[in-house]
């Protein structure tokens, strides 16, 4: 009898294996088609697909991860922090769950939590440059330069082709008031991603700042043909035709920034002052009214 009963044990295994193996091979397949939805930033189609790998494996830490990144892209970072946790919990030395857990964190203004989590990503992985990146924007949001300058090196030692850190160092370099610096970083994210809308911005930023105002006409005009509904990069070309006594141009763009962000205080306020350079008082008036029920803080 007791032998009877080993092989239906035996007979049962046997039976569930391929069935366990097939559902293994179906979440991975789930899996890898959520990734492919989440590069093309489809986060709905990629959070289904990650769904359906976790259904079929629970314990597949990576689609939690994963699903959680998804959460995060689509702003609901409750949602992403849940997941990251699963992750964490299934595995503890999964060094992207901390990281995916910290930039949640950050993003929801929990600067201190982000800090711990990314901090750990790097003790499991030191040459995780996306943590040292993302570790240094939660520092500059605190504003702690050094670490922050610290962090984006770091980052961009383990990465040299990383023009998102060089960007972001770049950006701290004109916090703390190093403008040749802060050139140099934008120069080589460029370099480094000749379609980078951000980079080609703050670069014509400082050219503005330097008085060079058409090379940085003409890095605004860059970033616009890139991202033609950034509203910021038609304000601050705006505001260089402006300095460069372009004013109806000037009145162009700020009114193209309004458009797109019809709450954009700064667009009403530098319209305003290009309307004052064509003697227009009413309507200059009228923009800067608008600009200081909306907060403006003068460019």
Known sequence: MNKLKCWA??????????????????????????????????????????????????KFALAYCNRGDAY???????????????????????????????????????????????TE???????????????????NTKNEYDKAIADFTEAIRLNPTYALANNNRGVVYVKSGDMTKALSDFSEAIQLDANYPDAYNNRGFIFSRKGKYDKAIADFTEAIRLDPKHSSSFCLRGIAYYENREYDKAIADCTEAIRLNPKYANAYYNRGNAYVKKGDKAKAADDFTEAKELGSKDR
């Open 72 to 118: 995060g892209d689509k702003l609901d970072f409750n949602r992403a922090i849940t997941d990251f946790n699963k992750a964490i919990r299934l595995d503890p030395k999964l060094a992207m769950a901390y990281c995916g857990r910290g930039i949640a964190y950050r993003d929801n203004g929990e600067y201190g939590k982000a800090i711990v989590d990314l």
């Open 121 to 139: 990503a790097i003790r499991l992985d030191p040459k995780y440059a996306l943590a040292y990146n993302n570790r240094g924007v939660a520092y």
């Open 9 to 58: 044990a035996v007979l049962i295994a046997a039976l569930l294996l391929p069935n366990v193996a097939a559902s293994a091979d179906a979440a991975k397949d789930a899996y890898e088609k959520g990734k492919a939805r989440l590069d093309k930033k489809d986060y709905d189609g990629a959070i289904t697909a990650f769904t359906e790998a976790i259904r079929l494996d629970p």
